[in-house]
């Protein structure tokens, strides 16, 4: 990510037009590395979003507006009792470093007033807000660390602010030819002019550095060599930036990847990214601003699904353990017929039997060859063959029970391999919600897991709109090279209401054969399926199926009106019959081909 020191001396000058004179109304901390100060000046609002997370570090303007705590964390209160009200009077950087500091003048505790600074340290996983007092005294950090933590600084309510240790890197604005080649003579012979620059020059992402690369006229990855025209093209570059930069002359781009999502950004076009992979932006904080909207939106939908797989997993393992103590348990209770035998076998010979530790009788049922029965020698004979009896019959009945425990536990395994392929291929943060919601109602997830987890009013206004972003998840519905209408399930109630309910009678009802995997609708185009539609179908069915990778998957197909689901079965589980199967190989090229023309949501969007 290219949030280095040049991008945020672009958005220090943009936060200093902006914000320099704002009164800050509101402090809000939706997130626990995240706080966002809603700034207001005549006829302005605007949001400033400070994190220290450590994926995502960032100070810039945002639009979006999240959800917040109920009850604020205790860094939130600091920042309320210290900048709310406060008037912002100026935007700092130290140096071309990742270190912004937000000038704010407020009040203290007694009413007089005091200027505090909001620090906010980019430095990657040991990223950090610091509020800082008059007299450079720690008032409160969102991340605290003792002496006996960090060596080097304590940050700790009352200690001395101490900034984080100097880079040891060239200042930008006297990164002269000279003093670039004094840098690369130690330098091995295969350093690339990427490598070099983000190592020698503060402030100087790669990103920034392949950019200073190409506008140079140098080759990119290419060796460094120490000779004076080469480090005056890669010094003016630098200067030229720098002078950008103090001017507040950006030309903000988003960087786009293969499916035009934001892969990066920047404050000025970079010179070493093809014209048509770059998407212009209103301002550098727009710019961050698209990009972190949409990778956060990413990391929190591979959470949710992270987190969905893991308690599917986890309950699956469950049910494995519970599945092989039922089949000992069913194993000892198939002894059955050996205790009926042993009972009726004393029952015929009581007259030749004596009381005693066994008993060795004809046994009629194998031409009369002798048989030794154990016997309790406390009870007679008799006694002996009833007590066989009344074993029978409890295990007889035991054998029942068990086997309708085992038919149960396989039946909810199927159900949650089914759940966990679903997870596994949902494309987008509706989906997986709906399967959130999904396995809550099958008792899988406790009800407002996702609030519990973490606290947070995301947390519950997540909860609160689960229903309606549930909703907005639909069955993927791709146009068939005929024509035909197909219709592919992506959770298990989706499964369910699209086989149960939008397919009539003489619908094409497809599924893989013996794995977990979509139900598939083929409306044909006619009265009945091409040979071409049924196959893309089939294709679908496979693709979207625990067998995506395999070679000649066996796909069953039949009329949707052969397609039944048992009284109490979990959903998506169902029994066919007069069904045919088909023989296919799922072809990626082939069936993103089909997808394109979904009118569901794209797979892969967040």
Same mark, same amino acid.
């Given at each position: ?6 991008? /945020? ?149 009352? &200690?001395?602010?101490?900034? #984080? ?23 091995? $012979? ?25 506008? /140079?006229?140098? #080759?990119?990855?290419? #060796? ?10 890669? $010094?003016?570059?630098? $200067? ?36 048509? @992979? ?49 089949? &000992? ?50 009870? =007679? ?8 009896? @009344? ?5 007889? =009945? ?25 997870? &596994?291929?949902? #494309? ?73 309910? =939008? ?92 997808? /394109? ?10």
């Amino acid at each position: 990510m290219p949030f280095d020191g040049l991008f /945020a001396a672009a958005v220090r000058r943009q936060l200093a037009d902006a914000l320099v004179g704002a009164r800050i109304d509101k402090i809000y901390q939706p997130m626990p590395h995240t706080v966002i100060l809603h700034c207001w000046r005549p006829g302005e609002h605007r949001r400033l979003l400070l994190s220290a997370d450590p994926n995502f570090p960032r100070v810039h303007l945002t639009r979006s507006d999240p959800p917040n705590p109920l009850q604020a964390p205790l860094f939130c209160m600091v920042l309320r009792k210290h900048l709310d009200p406060g008037k912002i009077v100026a935007v700092e950087q130290v140096g071309f470093d990742r270190v912004l500091h937000i000038v704010v003048d407020g009040y203290d505790e007694n009413g007089k007033p005091a200027r505090r600074r909001l620090i906010a340290e980019l430095t990657g996983r040991n990223s950090n807000l610091v509020l800082v007092d008059e007299a450079n005294l720690i008032i409160d950090a969102l991340r605290r660390a003792p002496s006996d933590v960090n060596s080097y600084r304590a940050v700790w309510p009352g &200690e001395p602010y101490v900034a #984080p240790p100097a880079t040891g890197k060239l200042d930008p604005r006297s990164a002269t030819a000279e003093a670039l080649v004094q840098r690369a003579a130690a330098l091995t $012979a295969s350093t690339s002019w990427e490598r070099f620059l983000s190592g020698a020059v503060e402030g100087v992402s790669p990103f920034a550095a392949a950019h200073v690369v190409a506008a /140079a006229g140098l #080759p990119p990855n290419a #060796p460094v060599v120490p000779e004076e025209r080469s480090m005056a093209a890669v $010094a003016a570059q630098l $200067a030229e930036l720098v002078r950008a930069a103090e001017a507040g002359a950006f030309s903000p781009a988003v960087v786009l990847d293969e499916a035009g999502c934001p892969a990066d950004f920047w404050a000025w076009r970079p010179a070493h990214v093809a014209p048509d @992979k770059l998407r212009p932006a209103p301002d550098p904080c727009g710019a961050a601003d698209a990009y972190y909207e949409h990778k956060t939106a990413v990391a929190a939908r591979e959470q949710l699904r992270a987190r969905l797989a893991q308690a599917v997993r986890a309950a699956l393992k469950r049910l494995q353990r519970k599945a092989e103590a039922l089949k &000992e348990d069913l194993a000892a209770a198939e002894q059955a017929e050996q205790y009926r035998l042993f009972g009726e076998l004393l029952t015929a010979s009581l007259h030749m039997v004596k009381q005693g530790p066994e008993a060795t009788v004809p046994n009629y049922y194998e031409g009369g060859a002798p048989i030794t029965i154990p016997m309790d020698p406390a009870l =007679t004979p008799a006694a002996n063959a009833q007590k066989y009896f @009344k074993r029978y019959n409890k295990a007889k =009945t035991a054998q029942t029970a068990v086997k309708a425990q085992l038919d149960a536990v396989n039946a909810d395994m199927t159900y949650l391999e089914q759940a966990l392929l679903h997870i &596994e291929l949902a #494309p987008g943060t509706p989906e997986l919600e709906e399967l959130e919601a999904e396995l809550q109602a099958a008792g899988v997830l406790p009800a407002g897991a996702a609030a519990k987890k973490d606290g947070s009013g995301a947390g519950r206004a997540k909860q609160a709109s689960s229903a309606s972003r549930a909703a907005s998840a639909r069955p993927l519905q791709v146009r068939a090279s005929d024509g035909s209408l197909i219709f592919v399930g992506r959770s298990n109630r989706q499964n369910d209401r699209l086989t149960l309910h =939008t397919a009539r009678p003489d619908d094409i009802w497809l599924h893989v054969k013996n794995l977990p995997g979509a139900h598939v609708i083929l409306k044909p185009a006619g009265k009945e399926p091409s040979e071409q539609a049924l196959r893309e179908a089939a294709e679908l069915a496979a693709y979207f199926s625990r067998a995506r990778s395999s070679r000649n998957v066996a796909v069953d197909w039949t009329r949707a009106r052969y397609v039944r689901k048992p009284k109490g079965a979990r959903p998506g589980m169902v029994l066919y019959e007069h069904y045919q199967t088909l023989f296919v190989t799922p072809d990626e090229q082939r069936v993103q081909r089909l997808l /394109a023309a979904s009118e569901g949501s794209a797979p892969g969007a967040p």
